[in-house]
T-cell receptor, first 114, second 113 residues
Framework: AQSVTQLGSHVSVSEGALVLLRCNYS??????LFWYVQYPNQGLQLLLK??????LVKGINGFEAEFKKSETSFHLTKPSAHMSDAAEYFC????????????FGRGTSLIVHP | DAGITQSPRHKVTETGTPVTLRCHQT?????MYWYRQDPGHGLRLIHY???????DKGEVSDGYSVSRSKTEDFLLTLESATSSQTSVYFC????????????FGSGTRLTVV
């Protein structure tokens, strides 16, 4: 069975500061991993995904995430936060083989201060 | 979102009434999913479909039913709405079973009073 834990329901940063959103997973087989972003009153949008190519994955809007198997982590980072990055971020994991349906984390709200 | 539309966007209904939410896609994707989003719970899968007339239950399917008579439409029905079903409902689509990422609709905010 797969599960995903997002550490911190809220993360607050200043504009221009590093963004780090944490995601740890458990999976019985090598997983697919995803980050989604949700802006207010909108659906989720795929930010980036890891599907077994390079362990450092680059996504949209300057975000990237690194798959670390030894740490079972897939943390999301961005070097410099913009006000427009304020949103809810969801990490998701799905297994290869069997059911590919992902399990979503509970979400982390990113707050960006001027 | 381009290619996937949910209707209605907002609905208020009374306890005990049936409610149907619609998801319509123009991408000709085989796989469609219904999720509910609640604070502190993230997204939870209600039902999903892997083709016309082929559906299966997710983790929170009690009180919900679905139908898919055409590739493009996936309907979610609350048979007798309860206050615990007040939520935001999202539809998602996927071209393949192997998940390379979903495309989500904009959601339906349902309030049961």
């Amino acid at each position: 069975a797969q599960s995903v834990t997002q550490l911190g329901s809220h993360v607050s940063v200043s504009e221009g500061a590093l963004v780090l959103l944490r995601c740890n997973y458990s999976s019985s087989v090598p997983p697919y991993l995803f980050w989604y972003v949700q802006y207010p009153n909108q659906g989720l949008q795929l930010l980036l995904k890891y599907t077994s190519a390079a362990t450092l994955v680059k996504g949209i809007n300057g975000f990237e995430a690194e798959f670390k198997k030894s740490e079972t982590s897939f943390h999301l980072t961005k070097p410099s936060a913009h006000m427009s990055d304020a949103a809810e971020y969801f990490c998701a994991v799905s297994d290869r083989g069997g059911s590919y349906i992902p399990t979503f984390g509970r979400g982390t709200s990113l707050i960006v201060h001027p | 979102d381009a290619g996937i539309t949910q209707s209605p966007r907002h609905k208020v209904t009374e306890t005990g009434t049936p409610v149907t939410l619609r998801c319509h896609q123009t991408e000709n994707h085989r796989y469609m999913y219904w999720y509910r989003q609640d604070p502190g719970h993230g997204l939870r899968l209600i039902h999903y479909s892997y083709g016309v007339k082929d559906t299966d239950k997710g983790e929170v399917s009690d009180g919900y039913s679905v139908s898919r008579s055409k590739t493009e439409d996936f309907l979610l029905t609350l048979e007798s709405a309860t206050s615990s079903q007040t939520s935001v409902y999202f539809c998602a689509i996927s071209r393949t079973e192997e998940n390379y990422g979903y495309t989500f609709g904009s959601g339906t905010r349902l309030t049961v009073v």
